[in-house]
């Protein structure tokens, strides 16, 4: 069965993508721990980053280099901070997000976003992504 990262990957369920190549997707977290929070997936289905093959990880990151440097020109942070947990979804992805202290990386401070504000940081992404 296919994972929920998977469907949205397959445009099966609605996401706010940032970007999306053969080997990858970018698409915003529904529970950003600050605006611009995205996650980058890669379209294999798997679990755990370091059963991804060297080559799909190794994209997967210099896309996440990509992300940083647009939430850097769009959001202004001090750093992008990237975080592998994978523990919410069984399908391995990096989270970037835009961080002025290490303590913006707590998923206890997660908060629901609605999907005008989604779409509204997705744009603007998608201008500064390069």
């Known amino acids: 069965m296919a994972t ?4 949205i990957l397959n445009h099966e369920l609605p996401g706010h ?3 999306e190549d053969e080997k990858c997707g970018v698409f915003l977290s529904i529970a ?4 611009g929070h995205a996650l980058i997936v890669p ?7 370091l059963d991804l093959s ?6 997967c990151f210099a896309v996440a280099r990509r992300v940083g440097k647009a ?5 202004k942070p001090r750093k ?6 994978g523990l919410e979804v069984p399908h391995a992805h990096i989270h970037a997000v835009p961080i002025m202290e290490e303590a913006d990386l707590d998923f206890r401070r997660a908060k629901e976003a609605g999907p005008e ?14």
């Open 54 to 59: 060297e080559e799909d990880a190794q994209h």
């Open 4 to 7: 929920l990262f998977t469907r």
């Open 43 to 49: 379209r294999a289905e798997v679990d755990h980053w």
């Open 71 to 75: 939430m850097m020109k769009a959001f």
């Open 80 to 85: 992008v901070g990237l975080m592998i947990a």
């Open 17 to 19: 993508f940032i970007y």
């Open 32 to 35: 950003p721990l600050r605006e």
């Open 117 to 130: 504000e989604l779409a509204r940081t997705a744009a603007v992404l998608r201008e500064a992504f390069e």
